[in-house]
Nanobody, 122 residues
Framework: QVQLVESGGGLVQAGGSLRLSCSTS????????MGWFRQAQGKEREFVAFIRWSDGHTYYDDSALGRFTISADNDKNTVYLQMTSLKPEDTAVYYC???????????????WGQGTQVTVSS
């Protein structure tokens, strides 16, 4: 069983920055890829970005491209999501998740963290 723990959410003004962290208790085939998703109130969970542990390969949703950066620290088994130029529409609960495959749909992710709230005020 893999446990993912997120941290770093909070309240920030529009244009501000936040860095989210996600630590994983284990590195297995199911954690080949680490992804970040978000879910705004009343909306479906949506993909933000993923990173592959082995070579740092990353992929972003268009909404995150140019503003968010996903990175990984292999020694700490921790993945980060640096978010800049935040907008009110970025307000959501952010989740990290792990998958054996490079996919952007939540169904392909086996393990999930508890989520961390990000609120961007206008």
């Amino acid at each position: 069983q893999v446990q993912l723990v997120e941290s770093g959410g909070g309240l920030v003004q529009a244009g501000g920055s936040l860095r989210l962290s996600c630590s994983t208790s284990a590195r297995t085939a199911s954690t080949t890829v680490m992804g970040w998703f978000r879910q705004a109130q009343g909306k479906e969970r949506e993909f933000v970005a993923f990173i592959r542990w082995s070579d740092g390969h990353t992929y972003y949703d268009d909404s995150a491209l140019g503003r968010f950066t996903i990175s990984a620290d292999n020694d700490k088994n921790t993945v980060y999501l640096q978010m800049t130029s935040l907008k009110p529409e970025d307000t959501a609960v952010y989740y990290c998740a792990s998958s054996p495959l490079q996919r952007i749909t939540p169904a392909h992710y086996h393990y999930w963290g508890q989520g961390t709230q990000v609120t961007v005020s206008s």
